[in-house]
Nanobody, 121 residues
Framework: QVQLVESGGGLVQAGGSLRLSCAAS????????MGWYRQAPGKQRELVAS???????NYADSVKGRFTISRDNAKKTVYLPMNSLKPEDTAVYYC???????????????WGQGTQVTVSS
């Protein structure tokens, strides 16, 4: 009933930039928090950044000052421009959203399929 589709991953040299996007679609009544997580090989999935529907943001210390999360509520889309990328940013990046679907009174936690970000040194 709900899909989160990510785009914008790829291969970039250290110091470069990428911009991730994630669009939600389906029988959506409302979206509260949206965010980005990442998982590097052999490591646990970790929060990168999140944003509430009111625009309040939260960042992992490792990306503060380099990544900026934003959202377009009308387009049901969340963005993550990433600057000054480092090799340690290499991971699969997953979009996440808390969504109430039409006809439901509960909020579900939805994930995208993931997009690979590789930063070469």
């Amino acid at each position: 009933q709900v899909q989160l589709v990510e785009s914008g991953g790829g291969l970039v040299q250290a110091g470069g930039s990428l911009r991730l996007s994630c669009a939600a679609s389906g029988r959506i009544f409302s979206i509260s928090a949206m965010g980005w997580y990442r998982q590097a090989p052999g490591k646990q999935r970790e929060l990168v950044a999140s944003i509430t529907n009111g625009g309040r943001t939260n960042y992992a210390d490792s990306v503060k000052g380099r990544f900026t999360i934003s959202r377009d509520n009308a387009k049901k889309t969340v963005y993550l421009p990433m600057n000054s990328l480092k090799p340690e940013d290499t991971a699969v990046y997953y979009c996440n959203a808390d969504i109430r679907t039409i006809g439901s009174f509960t909020i579900g936690h939805y994930w995208g399929q993931g997009t690979q970000v590789t930063v070469s040194s």
